[in-house]
């Protein structure tokens, strides 16, 4: 943008004419794209799975591409909601989509669950640890004695006081459990400690108990399970225990114990259990992981596609030759030469693949205008293919975005006049 609009600065033409006719252009191309987009079912998952592999399929092997894709997917869908005021879908992958990496196993063994999974074992080696359809209770509160934030001193003149001091400590953890036990729960998470004499109340009364549980956990299981987070034990209700878990249950994988709640319905949170031969192997895949994730959720929010392989690009700028007439003024040379700009993305592809960048162009020009925007580039074989036959797709909202900000950050340099530099003079 920047390079095209520098003959025009030397012909003595004002940056505010330019950036008058490079937001014209900006309108027709968004117009055009609108135009262009193709609808896609996000539920489609052959569809999806496509495009998601032409975003970020090329950084693996195809084999290892569809598994990631599928995951990604699934696990986006898992998390969507709509909100029920708006009506706009909401898709927080980075806190309710968690992926834990479990050195070992297949690749293909990596799997969305229905619910979620922490890497705890129970407190207590004989609390049970396989429940179907649990009562969750969540709690951020510790259950133990609770230690004074000052320093306290405490005199004691005889036995019987230490003894009664003992006793109101216990007395303290007893109502705190015969609370918790009273509302029937049958697994107790806090994200605080959990004193021994509180194990041997939930042992006595058949209740599992995790503690010391991170809060982003805490929150993913609150959204699976459908129960509440509760700061104190005399405030829990019984609308606040989690019914929403199918089976909950302690396997150990390798050398540790992970934590499964799952056959949740409409879980809404999920964690995606990746498996592979080494941890080098799981990180690589969890970066390609995480790409794909964010292709998923710009489509679910926004679900229409636009072709790539420079299709798009040479739409718009043929839209962009067509429509010039209608501009007046001077103001049509910086219109037309946002036109010449978008050619940069095929050229660039032509370059990239060694073909004949002037000859292919031409061809790629003639086709677009004889069937309306039709033509792409094989950034492969480097010719000239119908975009349908190409089958490379981006999402329409990522597109829009990068002409958005290509045009506004020129825009924005154009107005510069001059740069002062405050370089100090040395003695």
Avoid at 10 to 19: A, D, K, N, Y
Avoid at 375 to 385: I, P, S, T, Y
Avoid at 387 to 396: G, K, N, Q, R
């Amino acid at each position: 943008m920047l390079v095209v609009a520098e003959p025009f600065l030397s012909r003595q033409v004002h940056p505010t004419v330019i950036i008058r006719g490079y937001h014209q252009a900006l309108q027709v191309c968004l117009e055009t794209a609108q135009r262009m987009a193709k609808h896609i079912d996000i539920h489609d998952k052959p569809s999806m799975r496509n495009l998601i592999m032409s975003s970020v399929g090329t950084k693996y092997s195809p084999r290892v591409g569809n598994i990631v894709s599928d995951l990604a997917l699934e696990a986006v869908l898992t998390v969507m909601r709509t909100n029920s005021v708006t009506g706009k879908k909401e898709v927080d992958v980075k806190r309710y989509a968690k992926v834990e990496k479990i050195p070992g196993g297949e690749l293909e063994e990596s799997r969305v669950l229905s619910g979620v999974m922490f890497n705890k074992d129970v407190t207590h080696s004989k609390m049970r640890r396989r429940i179907e359809n649990p009562r969750v209770l969540l709690l951020d509160c510790p259950l133990e004695y609770k230690k004074g934030e000052s320093q306290t001193n405490v005199e004691l003149t005889n036995e019987q006081d230490w003894n009664t001091l003992l006793r109101l400590e216990e007395e303290y953890i007893e109502n705190l459990c015969a609370q918790i036990v009273a509302m029937k729960p049958d697994i107790v998470i806090t994200e605080k400690g959990v004193s021994d004499l509180a194990q041997h109340y939930f042992v006595k009364a058949n209740i599992t108990c995790f503690r010391r549980l991170r809060k982003t956990d805490n929150n993913r299981v609150a959204r699976a399970t459908g129960a509440t987070v509760v700061s104190r034990a005399d405030e829990i209700q019984d609308s606040d225990i989690g019914t929403k878990c199918g089976v909950f249950e302690v396997r150990k994988i390798a050398d540790e114990y992970f934590a499964f709640f799952e056959q949740c319905q409409d879980p809404g949170a999920c964690t995606i259990l990746l498996r592979g031969g080494s941890k080098d192997v799981l990180n690589e895949i969890e970066r390609n992981l995480q790409d794909a994730l964010q292709v998923a959720r710009n489509v679910v929010f926004e679900p229409l596609l636009l072709p790539g392989g420079g299709a798009t690009e040479m739409r718009l700028a043929h839209e962009l030759r067509q429509r010039a007439h209608e501009v007046v003024g001077v103001e049509q040379w910086p219109f037309k030469a946002v036109a010449d700009a978008l050619e940069v993305i095929p050229r660039t592809l032509l370059q990239n693949c060694g073909a004949d960048v002037v000859r292919v162009m031409t061809a790629l020009r003639a086709k677009v205008a004889a069937s309306n925007g039709g033509g792409a580039v094989d950034g492969v074989k480097g010719v000239v293919v119908s975009s349908e036959e190409l089958a490379v797709w981006e999402p329409f909202q990522v597109k829009t975005q990068t002409i958005k900000t290509a045009v506004e950050a020129a825009c924005m340099l154009l107005r510069i006049d001059d740069i002062v530099s405050g370089l100090k003079k040395k003695n």
